[in-house]
């Protein structure tokens, strides 16, 4: 069966220091892979997505860079973190049955603080 | 105007009660409607899925799309206080080089 793990579960950073979450799926391969955060009012906002090792799609303008080393590895970094940085960060896995559909199966996301 | 509009709630009803959720879409060319479940602090997981108009059917949960009046709706049977939890609609237009929608979520409370 196919599983997305995501961690860190939560994190409290200052401004100004740098992050990394990781999100890896197990049981598929060459998924599409995407970063949302969540905003408190604000629903599910798109970030990045990649369809393939190295291959990296910007939605939102901000100081988050994502990266795909390995198929099944997906990494959100930012060098510097601001204050506006803080929510709710989930990683999210198109099936391939998804990409007819769009069904996104979703980690259980990583709650970033920045003070 | 936002593409996707849902009322945030909270929405709280009595345990049994039939609940009614909602979303409003401006795109007439989405054509894949999803119902995302979110718990607190945990991912969405996905609770239905309808392609274009019509009613779809899963236990209590029956999901309704109207796209002449851009309009899709969850509604909830007997509802249960572990049906609490935020639900988000979302919606795409075409698959494979499309991304998913979401309207903001609604919260919803159901009480002993």
């Known amino acids: 069966s196919q599983t997305i793990h995501q961690w860190p579960a939560t994190l409290v950073q200052p401004v100004g220091s740098p992050l990394s979450l990781e999100c890896t799926v197990e049981g598929t391969s060459n998924p599409n892979l995407y970063w949302y955060r969540q905003a408190a009012g604000r629903g599910l906002q798109l970030l990045f997505y990649s369809v393939g090792i190295g291959q990296i799609s910007s939605e939102v303008p901000q100081n988050l860079s994502a990266s795909r080393p390995q198929d099944r590895q997906f990494i959100l970094s930012s060098k510097k973190l601001l204050l506006s940085d803080s929510g709710f960060y989930l990683c999210?896995?198109?099936?391939?049955?998804?990409?007819?559909?769009?069904?996104?199966?979703f980690g259980e996301g990583s709650r970033l603080t920045v003070l | 105007q936002k593409e996707v509009e849902q009322d945030p709630g909270p929405l709280s009803v009595p345990e049994g009660a039939i609940v009614s959720l909602n979303c409003t879409y401006s795109?007439?060319?989405?054509?894949?409607f999803m119902w995302y479940r979110q718990y607190s602090r945990k991912g969405p997981e996905l609770l239905m899925y309808t392609y274009s108009s019509g009613n779809k059917e899963d236990g209590r949960f029956t999901a309704q799309v109207d796209k002449s009046s851009k309009y899709i709706s969850l509604f909830i049977r007997d509802s249960q206080p572990s049906d609490s939890a935020t639900y988000l609609c979302?919606?795409?237009?075409?698959?494979?080089?499309?991304?998913?929608?979401f309207g903001t979520g609604t919260r919803l409370q159901v009480f002993p």
């Open positions: 999210a896995w198109l099936p391939r049955r998804g990409l007819n559909t769009g069904e996104l199966f």
């Open positions: 979302a919606m795409i237009r075409s698959y494979n080089t499309d991304k998913l929608i």
């Open positions: 795109n007439s060319a989405f054509q894949y």
